[in-house]
């Protein structure tokens, strides 16, 4: 019998996101611990080191261009694989478009199609489904002057638009082989477009993800100083995605936390690159700079959860941050970014310290004071929480093996029969 094709993509792997890059590898985890001889491809646009650090085959990322480069190979890789996995982040409200059309692509070509783990917003990223300023928006405006703004034709634009995806979404959603959410708010989003049956619900399988001690080698002199230098360390990620409004006030919060509570704040990039940019910004504003270091030089997801678990309490706007500090059970402050972080703090019995549009400062100093001083309540309870998690994904790693089992049953009758496993 011929070994298992397996090809993964959907989101943009290799640009620089580490949340993303956990996924990643805790994905081709999971594959080779249900098939250890299962040939893996990533569609990823680190077409150099993702062979390297996973020992994958790869393929050009595409969807994420506008003159559709890769298409081709993303088309030629499909026709060699069995099964097709869509995973990662909040990739069916963030670019579902992209997601969606590689799942028709794999559907048209017989492919069996999972959608893996994967969450939604409750809203929809505007950068595709608000009518931005342009042609169109300038002639709705001024339709709505004309009629003396008796009827909203920029919002029934959005609106229609909005349907045609959620449209979209029951016809290929359908017609998967398999649909995981990675938590039940996601679960409760996609089944506004009335799907004909509930996904499974499992957890992000980066709450798997093994920690590496932060060590000379892996982080340098530097870092490895400031660490000893400060017993009490805050680690923070503000993401330049969605970078706080409230910049200013931010730079002076942390000023005084610094000085009154003597912290070392620690500034976790989880894009090093976009990430590192906004908070090398925030911190060249600080008065108290010099308790404070910006960790560079190590993108590994396992080396950044190892560093993660080395604060005290971590502030992020970011969610993998937040799931690197539960793993082991480091308290953690979240801050609103769409619905993802708030439905992950939920299952912690946590709310949002606001949004990155409007901070609450007061909520986030109570929760960091409270995280540091009721640190074993907090272990406690996010020990519970995760192992919760483990037992949900175990359930969606289930059923990702019967997929598995059934694409080679089929494939040794000579048929394809879609297995339409889903929840209950």
Sequence with gaps: MSRLNVLLGGVPFG???????????????????????????????????????????VCPLHGFYPDASHQKEFIEALK?????????????????????????????????????????????????????????????????ILIFSKIDFIKIYELQKEQRLRDNIKRVLDSCDLVVNRDSSSREQVMRSALLSKPLVAADPVIRLGLEDPTVESWGVSLMTFLERHPQRVGICLSSQQAPKQLEEMVQWLDRVISERNLGIVFIPMNPITDYQLMNTLRDRLVNKEATIIATGNDRPEAVAGLASKMDVIISSRLHLLIFASISATPCVGIGRGSKIGNFLSEFGQDTAGTTDDISFEHMEKALVHAMKSTESFQLRSVSTRKKMLQRLNIGVNALSEVFNAC?????????????????
Excluded at 20 to 43: G, H, M, W
Excluded at 81 to 89: K, L, M, N, P, R
């Design 15 to 57: 640009c620089n996101n580490i949340g993303d890059e956990a996924i990643l590898s805790q994905v081709v985890r999971i594959v080779r611990d249900i098939r250890p001889d299962a040939d893996i491809t990533v569609c990823t646009n680190d077409i150099t080191g993702t062979p390297k650090t996973l020992g994958v085959s």
């Design 408 to 424: 080679e049953t089929e494939r040794e009758n000579g048929m394809y029969v879609g297995s339409g496993i889903r929840g209950q």
């Design 80 to 144: 060699n694989t069995d099964v097709y996995i869509w995973s990662g982040a909040t990739g069916l409200s963030d670019y579902p478009e992209v997601g969606l059309n590689s799942l028709m692509e794999a559907q048209r070509l017989n492919v069996k199609t999972v959608i893996f783990c994967t969450g939604m917003n409750d809203t929809l990223n505007p950068a595709h489904f608000t009518l931005g300023r342009g042609i169109k928006h300038r002639f709705f405006t001024l339709m709505n």
